[in-house]
């Protein structure tokens, strides 16, 4: 940590009704109140949003750390989602007007397992009218605010896993599972097709993400908690190394030498590890992310001191 500047990853239980870019402005503000107002220690990014209604585990880097946010974008996230059956609505959540509805009483607790089921491995999904695609350079949820629905390529995604937790039956049923899935997976989308499955329609009732690679909602703390560490001056207590949070990829040692050399962005002898692989300086900090290239280990991401 540098002084006059908070440098590390921050897991933020991200509250419904409040957007990702209104938790990084919380954050921005807590490490001004405690660095003293300078603008450029105020760097804060997250790595993957939420969406307002959901909840759960959003991860921030701040400061140098915002360098590292492109290796935070987990490949596998885990979310907790109730499902409403025999309702579709506009935005295949609770927040859209409904479009359709129909008696989901027919649906047994076997039924719903067997169309889960099904859904495990790579589906194509079309994403939303209100999710961030860019389409023709511009968002999907801002033509959608106009009302325009335009015609979507579909993508292939993973769902690792889905685990039914609850079920309700009746003529609007509720299901509640858990899903372990690749980033750029829409739940709502996974749980409008569940109900088109079934022939009674479903919309997404409330999403909760558990976990987003390393990170878990053990990790996070609520905004309230952030606020009080930016008045009091310990927001820094809560920060997780740099060096912890890229502990999923392989860490090499270096020596001085070529500790040296990556700090003025030159390559150094290769790791002999595939993938990129985090490169820490003597005193056990982390320096880099590196990936072997033409023979050499180059700097993918220089954090330096």
Do not use: W
């Amino acid at each position: 940590m540098t002084e006059g500047r908070l440098d590390g990853v921050l897991v933020v239980d991200k509250p419904g009704g409040m957007t990702s870019h209104d938790v990084v402005a919380i954050v921005r503000r807590a490490v001004r109140q405690v660095t003293g107002g300078n603008a450029k220690s105020a760097k804060v990014g997250h790595a993957g949003t939420l969406d307002p209604s959901a909840t759960g585990v959003l991860v921030l880097g701040l400061g140098r750390a915002t360098r590292l946010l492109p290796y935070l974008q987990a490949s596998r996230k885990t979310y907790e989602a109730s499902v409403t059956l025999g309702t579709t609505t506009t935005t295949l959540d609770a927040e859209g007007e409904v479009l359709a509805e129909a008696d989901a009483s027919g649906v047994s607790e076997l039924a719903l397992c067997e169309v889960l089921k099904g859904f495990v491995g790579e589906v194509e999904q079309v994403p939303p009218m209100v999710s961030a695609v860019k389409v023709g350079g511009e968002r999907l949820y801002a033509k959608a605010r106009r009302g325009e629905v335009i015609e979507r390529e579909s993508r292939t995604v993973t769902i690792h896993d889905i685990v039914l937790e609850d079920f309700e039956p009746g003529p609007h049923a509720r299901a509640d599972f858990l899903v372990t899935c690749s980033t750029g997976t829409y739940v709502r989308t996974l749980a409008a097709d569940v109900g088109e499955q079934l022939g009674t329609g479903a919309h997404l009732r409330s999403l909760r993400r558990l976990g987003s690679g390393r990170f878990d909602i053990g990790d996070a703390v609520d905004i309230e908690e952030v606020r009080r560490r930016g008045a009091d001056g310990t927001l820094a207590e809560i920060l997780m190394p740099l060096a912890q949070a890229v502990g999923d990829y392989p860490a090499r040692r270096l020596d001085e030498g070529d500790a040296a050399a990556l700090r003025h962005g030159r390559p150094i002898p290769a790791s002999g590890l595939e993938g990129p692989v985090a490169a820490v300086d003597p005193q056990g900090l982390l320096l880099a992310m590196v990936e072997d290239r033409e023979g050499a280990a180059r700097p993918l991401a220089v954090l330096g001191a």
